[in-house]
């Protein structure tokens, strides 16, 4: 399915507000998926689609990650094990839900991510407290509930970032910075695999993943200079609210 000039140019805009959001709230998702929706792509294909543009950006971020990630091999093998089966889990589960249950699910899972934006607890307070929790090793249930995580990163994936961020705060017992390095590496590995799942066995729309996969890597980069000068829990919250008000309109349009 070619896109027009316009759409093509929608998509890059897109992209780049997706790059955006993604740094400041971890919820691409919310502004690349209503585009594709745009363009006429129904819900599962545009989904599709979404998450082989979004593989992108995950490179990216885990480039400009190494400093931080020096020396945590070992340590991330459980992590990124259990992005890789959660991830394929959750693109396996996507291409066997049916069309218009997915398309009624959509807005249910947009909702809930907008909400974890929004009551999400800043990320120096979870530091603080898995800091204090933390012992020698990482704790048993940290590779479980990544790759619980990772299932819905290969299902849907809005705010799955967001998740895995404060998963690892809390887990890991590491700073912002490390932590954000694990969620890197892990949330890329669940797109990866389940992006070339998709790309065997879905409909990816290729003329649509060029400008949506341009416009976040542009926006990815300018995302840290934006949250360098920007109050970022007003953007967050204010992020949240507009996922909230897009999550009312689709279910609308869905349960009509």
Request: glycine residues 14%; proline residues 6%; hydrophobic residues 55%.
């Amino acid at each position: 399915m070619p896109v027009t000039v316009l759409e093509w140019a929608l998509l890059v805009l897109a992209g780049v507000g997706a790059g955006l959001s993604g740094s400041i709230a971890g919820l691409a998702s919310l502004v690349s998926y209503p585009a594709l929706l745009a363009t006429g792509l129904p819900p599962v294909t545009a989904n599709v689609t979404n998450t082989v543009a979004l593989v992108l950006t995950s490179v990216g971020s885990v480039s400009a990650s190494r400093p931080e990630l020096s020396g945590q091999g070992r340590r991330l093998l459980p992590l990124v094990a259990g992005g890789v089966l959660g991830g394929a889990a959750g693109a396996g589960l996507l291409l066997v839900t049916p069309a218009e249950a997915f398309e009624r699910l959509v807005p249910v899972l947009i909702g809930a991510a907008a909400l974890a934006i929004v009551l999400q607890r800043p990320p120096r307070e979870l530091a603080a407290e898995g800091a204090r929790r933390h012992g020698r090793r990482d704790p048993w249930w940290l590779a479980a509930g990544t790759a619980l995580v990772a299932v819905y990163g290969g299902y849907f994936g809005a705010a799955a970032g967001v998740l895995l961020l404060a998963l690892f705060l809390l887990g890991t017992g590491e700073g912002l910075p490390r932590s954000n390095a694990f969620k890197n590496v892990v949330l890329g590995v669940a797109n990866a695999v389940a992006a070339v799942g998709f790309v065997v066995l879905a409909p990816v729309v290729w003329s649509a993943v060029l400008p949506l996969a341009l416009g976040c890597l542009a926006g990815g980069r300018l995302g840290p200079r934006v949250v360098r000068r920007a109050p970022q829990a007003l953007l967050r919250r204010l992020i949240g609210l507009a996922g909230l008000g897009l999550a009312v309109v689709l279910a609308l349009d869905a349960y009509r």
